[in-house]
């Protein structure tokens, strides 16, 4: 009787045997014993496996994250760090097939349709953390930009997903390294810093501006 983990499975042997999909959705069910509508009772397409595939390691990595009995106490950077540290982390029992996946993919400006589930459980996460990092005033309230945070989060996921795959390094330790750096560059990005100081200084200067002829200031 097939499931969405033994045809997940079986997938993922294929591709990596054959370095490609299957021909046809007939042949793939032939190979393994199971009927045509049986691989239909799950998934429509072969592609549709591999996003299930993407979307569950996001699942799997946020489920066990916050398990961690120190998890509440976490401040937002910690938990970002804490989700990019687990996610990688139990990529390397797939990392044949995460290579094969990402290679794979074309070069394109919008999110590949094998990416917009775990796309989509990543930044409703993420957008929960900054939520909470906004009502802490651990992140700056900027208007126009806020709403942006959780993508500049995406964007550094992609960034250190293909650093990963080309890492060399002894227990991917640059990739730990990169993790680190590039989120808390990120996160300091969003704090308040001297510019948002600076910017409020200047909306209060043109605000009050009429102060200045009270105070013998104004212009002769």
């Known amino acids: 009787m097939a499931t969405i983990e033994s045809i997940q499975k079986a997938y993922i042997d294929f591709v990596l045997t054959e370095g490609q999909q299957p021909k046809s959705v007939y042949i793939f069910a032939k190979k393994n014993k ?39 106490q976490y401040s ?8 990019f540290y687990s996610f990688f982390e139990l990529l390397k029992s797939s990392r044949s097939f995460v290579v094969y996946s990402v290679k794979k993919q074309q070069k394109s400006f919008s999110t590949p349709q094998t990416f917009t589930g775990i796309k989509d459980i990543f930044e409703s996460f993420c957008n929960d953390l900054i939520v909470e990092g906004l009502e802490s005033n651990e992140l700056s309230e900027r208007k126009f930009f806020s709403n942006r945070y959780k993508d500049a989060l995406w964007v ?19 990739t730990d390294e ?18 948002d100081n600076l910017f409020e200084y200047g909306k209060f200067l043109a605000k009050n501006g009429g102060l200045k002829a009270k105070m013998g200031f104004g212009s002769n």
């Open 34 to 72: 199971m009927a045509e509508e049986e691989f239909y009772q799950f998934f429509g397409s072969f592609n549709a496996i591999e996003q299930n595939i993407w979307t569950g390691f996001a699942v799997k990595t946020i489920a066990e994250i916050k398990t961690q009995e120190v998890w509440s």
């Open 76 to 83: 937002a950077r910690e938990k970002a760090l804490s989700f």
């Open 156 to 174: 550094q996921l992609v960034f250190v997903l293909n650093f990963w795959i080309n890492d060399n390094s002894t227990g991917f330790e640059k």
């Open 178 to 195: 990169a993790i680190e750096r590039g989120i808390n560059v990120t996160f300091d990005l969003f704090q308040r810093s001297p510019i």
